[in-house]
């Protein structure tokens, strides 16, 4: 089932390029890259899923690579429904009614965040305030992959011997990486602790 929801959402996507008014969306369908616009869908839903379990691995986390999965596809349900929707909407309405189509596209992205948010809380049995906290790191690992995606690709290219050496040594890799996520969140949480503490020395004072 999360599967077919992912494919949903590739679906819609395409339909919406394709059958939505200039009015609302600017797109020449004949100069689309069908494989582009999947993969703008797949990758961050790829990166979203491995940047949360592997936060979440390492500090007592219950959920699955599995289970985030199909937690995150569940939540993209609302954003299908709405989408397709839209794309009924934006075709027999005027310029002047286009404040509808704006309100029910941010509220399917914000319905589908909020959804999420709560799929994470449930599968990986955290509170709120820790959900949000790892909801934050997981899109700050999402900017550490694509930076690792990107030094692997320019060290393949431009660098193969050294690309054969973090081959050889990729355990000893993952172990500093590992380690390095848990020195940063164990900062950021020290960071936040300090700045609340900031503002109610400041609000006692006041």
Not at 49 to 58: P, R
Not at 70 to 83: G, W
Not at 86 to 102: H, P, R
Request: charged fraction near 10%; charge should be positive; aromatic fraction near 18%.
């Amino acid at each position: 089932a999360a599967n077919i929801i992912v494919f949903l959402v590739l679906l819609v996507r395409l339909l919406s390029m394709q059958f939505t008014p200039f009015l609302f969306m600017n797109v020449y369908w004949p100069s689309v890259n069908i494989i582009q616009q999947c993969l703008a869908v797949l990758l961050p839903l790829l990166f979203f899923v491995a940047g949360n379990w592997g936060l979440t691995t390492l500090f007592e986390g219950k959920g699955t690579f599995k289970d985030v999965y199909i937690a995150t596809c569940y939540a993209l349900t609302p954003y299908v429904i709405l989408q397709a929707a839209m794309i009924l909407l934006a075709n027999v309405i005027t310029a002047k009614e286009g404040a509808f189509y704006y309100v029910l596209e941010g509220l399917s992205l914000g319905w589908s965040g909020v959804l999420i948010i709560c799929g994470m809380m449930q599968t990986h049995d955290y509170s709120l305030g820790k959900t949000l906290l790892f909801t934050i790191m997981t899109l700050l690992a999402m900017v550490v992959i694509i930076f690792l995606l990107l030094l692997f690709f320019i060290c393949r290219i431009f660098f193969p011997s050294c690309f054969l050496t973090l081959f050889f040594c990729r355990k000893l890799l993952f172990c500093f990486i590992r380690s390095l996520c848990k020195l940063l969140f164990r900062k950021l949480c020290q960071t936040f602790l300090l700045f609340f503490a900031f503002l109610i020395c400041c609000f006692c004072r006041s």
